[in-house]
């Protein structure tokens, strides 16, 4: 397959972005994760993309729970700043108007829909 063909379609291609929020030995804490997909029906599985290094997975490992947000178009300066800092770097859950939580699940006011997560 011609290799310009295949960059050009890259471009082209849309996912969603889901905030995973998390709590643990590391904090609480979000990120945005572009890898999120439904893979089954019955029962409901949703898979879920996050590098061993980062602190969402460190706690997601120590406690086995998470949330999982599709966010909506109103959330887009959620996301990017869920997407652009690490937790080890600023707290991102106490930046002001940033973040509508809803505390008792963890999760976020504005998404379109969310999951309540255990592994």
Request: aromatic content about 10%.
């Amino acid at each position: 397959m011609n290799r310009s063909i295949v960059e050009k379609a890259q471009k082209y291609f849309t996912t969603g972005v889901s905030l995973i929020t998390s709590s643990g030995p590391h904090g609480q804490n979000v990120m945005a994760a572009e890898w999120t997909m439904q893979i089954s029906y019955e029962p409901m599985l949703i898979a879920i993309f996050i590098h061993e290094g980062n602190a969402t997975f460190k706690n997601i490992k120590q406690t086995r729970e998470f949330g999982i947000n599709v966010s909506s178009e109103e959330q887009t300066m959620a996301v990017n700043i869920a997407g652009g800092y690490s937790r080890k770097e600023i707290d991102k859950l106490k930046i002001k108007d940033a973040f509508d939580t809803i505390p008792s699940k963890k999760c976020f006011h504005d998404c379109w829909v969310y999951y309540k997560c255990r592994m």
